[in-house]
Structure formats: C-alpha cells, structure tokens
C-alpha cells in the first residue's frame, strides 16, 4: 500500500518538522529556565518510578518469553532496570543541571567598523536522532544533554524496550510542556522500525544522527545516510611497547586494556612490541594472557619467540580485525616509526597508547598517532567521557571533524555569526568611502 | 589497459602516503620553524616573479588559441596575473605568518589523579586537498595556511592553468626542503584530470577536501567522496523586510547585496516583505532594481502591488534557486514567523539578513534563523573571512559541523586527547581502589 505509507512518512516529516520548531523556542530559553525544566524531569522520574519499574517488568518479562539465548540475556542485563536504577536516571539528569550552561557565552567579537559588530555565538545544532538499542537509560541521559544544550530530539529505541521508553519520554514531555505548551513538541518518539530509514533521509530536517549498537550498524547509518553521524564504527586500539619500555607496567597495562571489558570500544586489540623488548618480554606477557583466558595470534617473530607457547598464527585479516573479545594479536616491530606508520595503517582513529620510559619517544608518538586518544603509560581503557571528566558523554567519535574522542555537550553545538548593523553596505568598503577597522574586543 | 590505470592509482597512492608521512615531521616544527618556510616561499615568489610571468603568459596564451568564449574571458581574467599580482602573492604569505601559531595552546587540562594528566591540544587534520579552477593565486594561498597549520595538501588545479601552477608548488617545494629535505613530500601536485576520482576515494589518506568551482562541482564532490568537504554547494540568501524597518536603508541594502557582485554566493537572491511594509515599499524597491538592471520575480502578492511594473510570476522552482545573476524574487509574508519558516525550508544555510528597527524581532531572527551568518540591518555580501577580519579563508562551509560560515585557520585543524601516565589502568577505579579526581588546572 505505497499511498498508506507515503502518508505516514509524510507525517513523520511533519512531526520532525514539529520538533524542528519546538526546538527553535527551545533554544531562546534562558540557562535557568532550561535547567527548571531538567529539574522537573528528574523529580518525575522520581514520582512515576514505580511505573517506571512496571513498564520495564512488562519489557523484560516479553523479552523471556521470546526465549532465553545468550545474545538475549546480554540485552535483558542491558534492558533492565530497577528502583535503584531509577533513582540513579534522576541524579545523572541532576548532574548536567550542573554543568555550566554551553550557551551563555560569546566566542568572539569584532568591530568591523563604528556599529557594525560581529559576534561568533554557540548555539544549538537544530534537532538531533539518537537511534539505540536496549538501554533503559538512554531517554533520560539524550534528553537531558539535548535539552541542555536547546536541541529538539528524536529517539528511536529497540522494541523490546517499548514500554520502557514510553513512560520516560513521556517524562519528557511532560517537562518541556510544563514549562510551555508548545516545547512538548522537542521530544520525537519513534517505535517503527521502517522509521529509521525514514530518519536517515531527513538531512534537511535533522542536524546529526547519534547511532548506538553494533558496529555493522553504526557503519550501515555512515553509509546511508547524508545527515553528519556523531559515532564510530569500529575500535582498533594498539598498544606500543617500546624499547625502553618498563616492562612490568607493560604487562600491567596490556592485561587490563584486554581483559577488565573486552567488549569495549577502547579495549585493546593489537600489541606492538619493540624487537629489543621482545625477547625479554612476549614469554611473560604471553603466559600472563593465556591465563587470563586470552586468545593470543602473533606474527612469526612472535611465534618464534614464544616457542614454547600456543600461539595462533596472524593472518592479514587479524591486523584490522577488532575482536570485542577475549583475542589480541601480537607483532614485534623494529622500531617506533614501524608502530606508528603500523598504526596510520591499520588503526581506528581512536585510541593508541606508547608505554615506554623514553620521553622524547613519548612525545613523538603522541604528536605523530593520528587518533582522538593519544596515550603514555596508561591503559587504552582511560578513554571515556566520565574518565576524561567530561561530566557527561554523548558518544565517542572516531570522525576528525567537529567534535572527536570522548564527546560532551560541545559534540551537540555549533556556532553562528551575529552581525548587528545599522544599514552599512558593501560598495562603501569595496569602492574605498570606507574602511573596515577589525577591532576585536 | 587497466594494468597501467591500477599502477598510477597505486603510485598516487604512495605519494599521498608520502604526503602524509611528510605532514607529520611538518606538525613537529615549531610555529617559528613553519614561519621561516613562509617567508622562505615569500622570497621566492618575489625572486621567481619573471618566472611565474612567464609561465602565467604561456598558459593565458594556450587558452586564448583555444578559442575567446565569453566563459573564457572570465577563465582568463581570472587567471593572467603581472608583477604586481606576484608581489601580491608574497604579500598574503607574509599576512600569514603574522597570525598567532594556531598550534602553540592548549584547549583544557584536567588531572584525572595523580601523575594522570589529560590535555586537550589542537592538532592539524593531517593531509588537505584542494581541487580549484583557474585562479593563480591559490597555490601561495594554500600553501600558507596549510603549513601554518602543520597539513600536508595535495593541489589538484585547473589545466588551464598548468604552468603557473607548477613553478607556484616547485617554490613551496623548495622552501619545505630548504628547511629539511624530507619535508619537500607535504606538498603534491595533480595534473590529471583522472586523479580527482582518485583523489576522492582516499578516505584514509586525506583528511579534507575543499572543493573551488561550480556549485556543480561541489555537489558532485559531496556527493562522490566519504572525504568531509569543506565547501558549500549553494548560496541562496534571503533579506527579510520587518514590518518596522527603516525602507530607505532596506532599499539602499538590498541594491548592494544584489548588484554590488551578483555572482556571489552571499548575494541576496530572495527578498519577503512584511505585508504591512509591502503597499509603501514595494513599487519603490522594483523601480530602483528594474533601473539597475535586475530582473524581478515576485509572488501573487507583490504582482498585485506592483501594477505598473512587469513582473515575472514566481514559480515554485524560483524559491530554491540561486541566480548568481542580475535577478531575484520578491514575496510578501505574513509576518516574522513565515519569514523564519520559509528559510528554513528554502535557505542553503549560508547568510540570511532582517533589515528591521524593531530589536526584539531582530534578535528573534538572529537566535531562530538556521544559517552560518545571521545579520542586522547590514548586506549579506558582508559575509566574508577578509571582512569578518579572519585573517585568512579557506573558504565557506554550509556544513553545521566543524567549521561554519567563513572560514579560517581553525578549519584545517582538529584537536587530540593526549593523557599521560605513570602506568595506571582501569581496574583500579572500575573496583574502588583508586578515585578520580578530575581537577580541571
């Protein structure tokens, strides 16, 4: 029935034009006012918890009764949600009220000449699309940075938590209207999953799209979409072992970049291992690995060096592979500029840490890696909004332009140029009546 | 023969590799080494200037035998330089050295505990290309700002302008490898038309591509290259005509953003009028751009106001189209809100003015309307890195992220979190042991 759903695409362009508007009154809103409204959600989250906590019993109890594999089991962990957990959605929501406000600032100004002033100001993007999957935390922590910031949202959440994300965007609703009938319109709910591709053509309409579940997914909006993707695809975090390395940090750190959270974006996938270190070194790292439960690869240097161990040999494949798993792949390189033009090669543009004692190594390393992160005897796993003390994260993004790493509010602004005049025209400065004096103030 | 299309897209490869090898060593300079390569280039433009005459005469030559088209009269405008166009040349890269080292800052700094520091420096992008026309001044221009900035830049120009362009990028050559031979590779020329393709699939080798053309051009590169692009595919500019404005500044502003350079990407290319000021304003406006030339469209409305005047009904297509010419349409709206709403709809984001005594409505037009330059009683044709006192331009964006509207140094950089360690991981916080302390110095 292409007329039926040509319709319904029209309305959602028309509810997304809706949130587009909505987000526009937002955005004139003072700091204060914004955080009244943030403050009221949080003490609704309050107040309907134990809805809160029923509607998820409802999420959780269907998601059982579609069968208990272990993919699914990870996503009900992921899923569920308790009063406890309620409690803490309101307090998060409480910190960014915190936060100083983005938008009351003013990045430069210049007198381009007697009354006519230029100002650089932050302001909104327009409206963002978060796309996610099973969290139950999700709604609350995009609208609280959205609303921080004064941007219009849509959110488009897994079904299987469908009664979950209806009572807190509801939450949300009720705050923005609370404050103004016309803002409850900022918050765009989706349940349909045909409506993600719908979001994914609206470049017009939405300002940046924010995915968050696997890879292949993240990839798939990178894709197919026109609108900019605050995101990454994949996390390939090498480790760089330097000659003059201390090798029992080494280990140290190598052993919690795996194993603390394999899962993680920021764990580490590949070791490079200086040849003077190696000797000394790969047998005790590779035992210590082993009986951590990590699969080790290893190119035929390693393989050589660690004869004594089971080693899988790398393939090609392996170099650019990012495993989110209990793996790692090990390759002795002759020397600093090996690991970097290694890195340039097959990295991510995410986090790439050099352990060594040597300074200007060091420095090298973290000047020439291109990468958001860029680590000295730290563990890649340092690299996330709440480590980095950002105070809150919208996502990490492997993209070099516009916000990049760790992203906190600023991934959700840009800016403007405001020029106030008083009817000044070009021809007088272009035929010489006038001159620009660039004072900037 | 394939076998030798795959080898010269495998040896542009490596020289693109090559660039971005020499881009790092360059990013390692002090700002007063990358200075002393500046004015190293200034020298040698003004000692090579009977040099770059020659080969300027040669190339002019070859255009004029290959036939005088009106479009190759602009081409060859655009591209014949003198003495005094070289000397012009040194000129702006001296202009350049003399802005501050965009390097040399931190953006923030944060103790995460002790001898756990995170800093937040600004880095270059890496590799640039820039695809242009004729103009001969863009290699000294790029040049400047790409080595200010510590990129490397692969330089793709028009045919036409072949042997200009060559003795320009030998000059950059030899004052990159006056200073260290290795460093001669962060400049690459193209002079195959065929290389652009290439050129725009390099996604891991280069990091921004500006496209300088038709707005054709700039689509086909947005649309062909998961590159960014720092570029803006259309310039359609609105004045919005408040029901308070001064009319004898809005008729003097509006002549100056449509005749003073029409073929501008920030020359008006729509006017609305409150219909309250319409009756006295509009018979007054058409008279005066009739007279200098422009042709007017107008909506329903404005025909009826306007009985004496021919008038070209607009039809929709005019609303989204950039004349870059001698025309405009006119439309009567309802108030602020329409005047807001319709450019959202129809604007290109690039520079959109209100022209109006009524400060409350001006501001409301400065915070709602989406667009890199929001102006007050001034001509949009003030949008313009020289005007707004940039210092430099690279160029304009229509994008919302990285950089916006005109564009300098900042838009060839991206920034890095560096943290520095004494061996801490994860684990020691993730269970209690340790505790962030996230002093922001």
Known sequence: MPARTEASSQSLKQQVIATRRAARSLARLSGDERNRILLAAANRIEARRDEIVAANRIDCESLIAVGAQPSSTALLKRLKTSPAGVKEMA????DVVALDDPLACT?????????????????????????????SDVVPQVGSLAIKTGNGFVLKGGSEAK?????????WREALSGHNAAL???????????????VLEMHREIDLVVPRGSSEFVNFVFQHSRIPVLGHGSGICHIYVDGAADLNMARNVIIDAKVQYPAACNSVEKVLVHRDAAPRFLPALVRELQAAG?????????LALCPDFEIVPASE???????????????????????????????????????????????QFLDEVDAASVFHNASTRFADGYRFGLGAEIGISNSKLHARGPVGLEGLLTYKYKLKGSGQIVADYAEGRKKFKHRHV
């Open 163 to 171: 009664h979950t994300n209806r009572v807190l965007a509801d939450i």
């Open 91 to 94: 307090v998060r929501v409480r």
């Open 294 to 302: 990590v699969e080790v690869r290893g190119c035929q240097r390693t």
């Open 184 to 198: 409850a319109q900022a918050v765009c709910l989706l349940e349909e999953r045909a409506e993600v591709m719908q």
């Open 107 to 135: 990045l430069a100004t210049t007198e381009l000449d007697d009354g006519l002033t230029l100002q650089k100001v932050p302001c909104p993007l327009g409206v963002i699309a978060v796309i996610f999957e099973s969290r």
């Open 317 to 363: 494949e392996d170099w650019s592979a990012e495993y989110s798993d209990l793996k790692i792949t090990v390759k002795v390189v002759d020397g600093l500029q090996e690991a970097i033009d290694h890195i340039d090669h097959y990295g991510s543009r995410h986090t790439e840490a050099i352990l060594t004692e040597d300074l200007s190594a060091a420095e």
